[in-house]
């Protein structure tokens, strides 16, 4: 399957943004989609986790509160709400599809997208 992020962009600490990661096929319900993030310099990080009906996610913590996500398998796309971002929310966002259960470590995610950048300025 391929995915396709998108929805980042500049924007100014405490607004909201979405982000959407859609599908190519109509497979997308097979997978565990997640989000994640790498800064400059630093190391991808896990953002969030959605089971593949949806009933089931999963947050790190810096972002718990603040973020949700959240999928319509009818559209084939996976979401990404962010509210009152922060400039430490500076990163390039990754969606990325597993054939199993939700996973927090990069490498155990099979199917990515190229990212799409999201600035938040102070």
């Known amino acids: 399957v391929q995915l396709q992020a998108s929805g980042g962009g500049l924007v100014q600490a405490g607004v909201s943004l979405r982000l959407s990661c859609a599908a190519s096929a109509r497979t997308l319900n097979s997978y565990t989609v997640g989000w994640f993030r790498q800064a400059p310099g630093k190391e991808r990080e896990f953002v969030a986790a959605i089971s593949r009906t949806g009933l089931t996610t999963y947050y790190a913590d810096s972002i718990k509160g603040r973020f949700t996500i959240s999928r319509d398998n009818a559209k084939n796309t996976v979401y990404l709400q962010m509210n009152s971002l922060k400039p430490e929310d500076t990163a390039v966002y990754y969606c990325?599809?597993?054939?199993?259960?939700?996973?927090?470590?990069?490498?155990?995610?099979?199917?990515w997208g190229q990212g799409t950048q999201v600035t938040v300025s102070s």
């Open positions: 990325a599809g597993r054939v199993g259960s939700a996973n927090l470590r990069p490498h155990e995610y099979d199917y």
